[in-house]
């Protein structure tokens, strides 16, 4: 993999969208921020999220998509994306799911960031384009995206690259946690072997240890 880089840092606050006869608040539309933005242990500045059970947090400070992905989907799925397509803070360019691994650690900018976890595709991405099965189509695929966790706060720009300052030796990489979540359901060992890696957040560890245990007791 070349060295990944920043093509747009994106954010936006929660509206109100339609979603049937109803409305569902969603912080999914992101627009690009020019110059620098500050990015915290929280997220970036100006950016926010409307279901904070399933969104932010410490482990999902900055959400992060590959715009190497958008011909896949543009390739009769969806229409023409730009930067923020999937509600990424991070839209990158040079890399993607198979390139990164949980728990490597970057220098983006001024920021030290540590990837925690895949996305889990969320009912949001329908309502935001009108295809029902975009997010099985994402869960299918392993086009996720993932998360980062900050390990140090500072300022983020687009145009910078991604260092990888640590690769984690385990070398479990986002496609391969996917495909360990939702395709090697009953699969123990390799269940076990995502769960070895102790930067995994523990939104995804919980349900991957309750799985385990099932899978163990009827052994």
């Known amino acids: 993999m070349k060295e990944a880089k920043v093509a747009s840092v994106n954010v936006g606050l929660p509206k109100s969208v339609p979603n049937g006869r109803k409305e569902v ?6 627009h690009r921020v020019e110059g620098t933005v500050r990015l915290s242990q929280l997220g970036f500045e100006g950016d926010g999220q409307a279901d904070l059970k ?9 959400c992060v998509y590959s ?7 543009e390739n009769g799925v969806l229409p ?15 890399g993607a799911e198979e390139d990164f691994c ?20 969320c009912f949001k991405l329908s309502v935001r384009y009108g295809v029902p ?12 995206g993932f998360y ?12 910078d690259r991604l260092k990888l300052l640590q690769r984690h030796p385990a070398g479990v990489t986002v ?4 495909e360990i979540k939702y395709r090697l359901k009953d699969d123990a060992e390799a269940i076990r072997s995502l769960l070895a890696v102790e930067e995994l957040a523990q939104s995804w560890r919980e349900p991957l240890e309750k799985r385990l245990a099932l899978l163990t007791s009827d052994a």
């Open 25 to 30: 608040e969603t912080g999914i539309f992101k």
């Open 54 to 62: 399933n969104h932010g947090g410490p482990d999902k400070a900055a």
């Open 67 to 73: 715009i190497d992905r958008f011909p896949f989907w």
């Open 80 to 94: 023409k994306l730009e930067p923020g397509a999937f509600g990424e803070n991070l839209s990158i360019e040079g």
């Open 102 to 121: 949980i728990g490597d650690t970057y220098a983006i900018g001024e920021a030290i960031v540590q990837l925690s976890q895949p996305r889990q595709p």
């Open 133 to 144: 099965e975009l997010p099985a189509k994402v869960q299918e695929t392993g086009y996720s």
């Open 148 to 159: 980062f966790r900050v390990l140090k706060e500072g300022d983020v720009r687009a145009g």
């Open 175 to 178: 496609m391969r946690a996917n």
